[in-house]
T-cell receptor
Framework: AQSVTQLGSHVSVSEGALVLLRCNYS??????LFWYVQYPNQGLQLLLK??????LVKGINGFEAEFKKSETSFHLTKPSAHMSDAAEYFC??????????FGTGTSLTVIP | DTGVSQDPRHKITKRGQNVTFRCDPI?????LYWYRQTLGQGPEFLTY????????KSRLLSDRFSAERPKGSFSTLEIQRTEQGDSAMYLC????????????FGPGTRLTVT
């Protein structure tokens, strides 16, 4: 079965600083990987996805992620944090059967 | 495209009561998923449908939980004899047919069992 590990349940950064949220996956086959953002009392919104095309994936709101097969990682980055980036972020992996597996999430705090 | 909708958004019920939630997926999406999310956790898979067929159920889904999608459009999730441990956000998501796509999530139904 697939699984996702998000290192760091809470991350704090200063406004304008680099955002780095970590995600490692375990998969026996090439995975499909996703990053979602969730604001309080809302559903999940897609930030970006990797589906075996370019390894560097650009998403909305200035976020990007790089697929590294050798490290089984799909870390999310943003060069400069904004106050509106404060939210919960989830990494997810999907298999060919259409089943999705989510990490436990990382709560991002942006300090003014 | 009006997105995935869920009703109600909030439900407070007493322990032992039955509750039913509804999810309306994006109209052309034939796969529909239900998840449960507790505070500080990611969504936990409960079940999913391909059209009206329920293809997989999680072991988390006890016999008090049942889901239906009778006409392959909207879906309902019923919890019988609710327990305090059922308090959570219940999320619905849908994807179109064919290939691999991201899931489109509804806003969720927050259940509080008192």
């Amino acid at each position: 079965a697939q699984s996702v590990t998000q290192l760091g349940s809470h991350v704090s950064v200063s406004e304008g600083a680099l955002v780095l949220l970590r995600c490692n996956y375990s998969s026996s086959v090439p995975p499909y990987l996703f990053w979602y953002v969730q604001y309080p009392n809302q559903g999940l919104q897609l930030l970006l996805k990797y589906t075996s095309a370019a390894t560097l994936v650009k998403g909305i709101n200035g976020f990007e992620a790089e697929f590294k097969k050798s490290e089984t990682s799909f870390h999310l980055t943003k060069p400069s944090a904004h106050m509106s980036d404060a939210a919960e972020y989830f990494c997810a992996v999907s298999d060919l059967g259409g089943q999705f597996y989510f990490g436990t999430g990382t709560s991002l705090t942006v300090i003014p | 495209d009006t997105g995935v909708s869920q009703d109600p958004r909030h439900k407070i019920t007493k322990r032992g009561q039955n509750v039913t939630f509804r999810c309306d997926p994006i109209s052309e999406h034939n796969r529909l998923y239900w998840y449960r999310q507790t505070l500080g956790q990611g969504p936990e898979f409960l079940t999913y449908f391909q059209n009206e067929a329920q293809l997989e159920k999680s072991r988390l889904l006890s016999d008090r939980f049942s889901a239906e999608r009778p006409k392959g459009s909207f879906s309902t999730l019923e919890i019988q004899r609710t327990e305090q441990g059922d308090s959570a956000m219940y999320l619905c998501a849908s994807i179109p047919s064919g290939g691999i796509s991201e899931q489109y999530f509804g806003p969720g139904t927050r259940l509080t069992v008192t």
